[in-house]
């Protein structure tokens, strides 16, 4: 990470102190669950028991992949033994036969899509485990499915952004669909509205996401001259500050620091920018507000980890 900015073992102990606190943290939890009867009336550890923790499902898969990358990066430190021991007694082939029941019953074709399956699938990634292999299957095929009849990318700043989630599943299992589809949606726009960024609760940036997603699909000279188009001028963009870190909403735009760092840097050419919002979105990695602790974690470990 630039500007010196590099995780030790301490900073990857606290990071990994938030998740091990969440992922069997039941609530208060934020749940999106579509109900067809009395019966589908259940808590979130009968409904979803290798994900029921941290608030919310999308947010215990990817406190699940902090867990397994901050494990194997630093593999004797004194948090690595209890993280190990957390991702086997929550992935077990009975519980993940149960998500994917889960995924399978009436009425669920939309849940956690995009954001929390293209989690899902980094997680499959990290792990590489074959008792995960039979939900990666299914995240995949349900991912690809929405991809293919999807008819226009959703560019929001939130959790149904479309280049974000497109980005995670290329880095993890990268595919013919996966590269065409970021063409398809992408490859034409010019000149972003950055200035209009962000809205109130974004943790992502539209513009950034989907120059993030295509620097993976173009050549690097092909890349240099659509991002010449797309996004000519960045020099008013800034770190931004939350009016409320308690809140789950307004929390949103520590993560929006964190992204931005991540997806300028990858991008390339943008050190300085990359540096201020890393530094202004770690800042606010303090655990002091369940809201954000269950979540800021996972945008940190990966700001500053490399991909695998």
């Not at 699938?121 to 008792?131: D, K």
């Not at 095929?141 to 959703?154: A, D, G, H, I, N």
């Not at 809205?199 to 295509?214: I, K, N, Q, Y």
Request: proline residues 6%.
């Amino acid at each position: 990470m630039q500007a010196g900015i590099r995780l030790t073992e301490e900073l990857a102990a606290r990071f990994a102190r938030l998740a091990l606190d969440c992922v069997t943290r039941e609530y208060p939890n934020k749940i999106a669950h579509t109900m067809q009867s009395d019966a589908d009336a259940l808590p979130p550890r009968i409904l979803t028991p290798a994900f029921y923790g941290c608030y919310d499902w999308h947010s215990a898969v990817h406190g699940h992949w902090l867990l397994a990358r901050l494990s194997r990066m630093f593999p004797d430190a004194e948090f690595a033994a209890e993280a190990r021991a957390a991702l086997a007694r929550n992935i077990t082939e009975e519980n993940i036969a149960a998500e994917v029941r889960y995924f399978e019953d009436e009425g669920r074709a939309a849940f956690e899509r995009p954001y929390g399956l293209a989690w899902l699938l980094t997680l499959a990634s990290e792990v590489r485990s074959e008792v995960l292999r039979p939900l990666e299957k299914t995240v995949l095929e349900r991912f690809s499915t929405w991809l293919e009849k999807l008819s226009y990318p959703v560019r929001s700043g939130e959790h149904s952004n479309t280049a974000f989630a497109l980005g995670l599943a290329l880095d993890s299992h990268r595919c013919e669909l996966f590269e065409r589809r970021a063409r398809d949606f992408y490859l034409n726009d010019r000149n972003a509205p950055v200035d209009y960024e962000p809205s109130g609760e974004d943790f992502l940036s539209p513009s950034l996401a989907e120059a993030d997603v295509m620097r993976r699909v173009l050549p690097p000279s092909e890349f240099s001259e659509w991002f010449a188009r797309f996004l000519p001028d960045l020099s008013r963009l800034r770190p931004v500050v939350s009016p409320d870190p308690s809140d789950p909403k307004f929390s949103h735009l520590d993560g929006l620091n964190l992204s931005r760092a991540w997806m300028l840097r990858e991008i390339g050419g943008q050190d300085e920018l990359a540096s201020l919002h890393a530094q202004a979105g770690l800042a606010a990695v303090t655990g002091q507000h369940y809201e954000g602790a269950h979540w800021l974690a996972t945008f940190a470990v990966y700001l500053l980890t490399p991909a695998r």
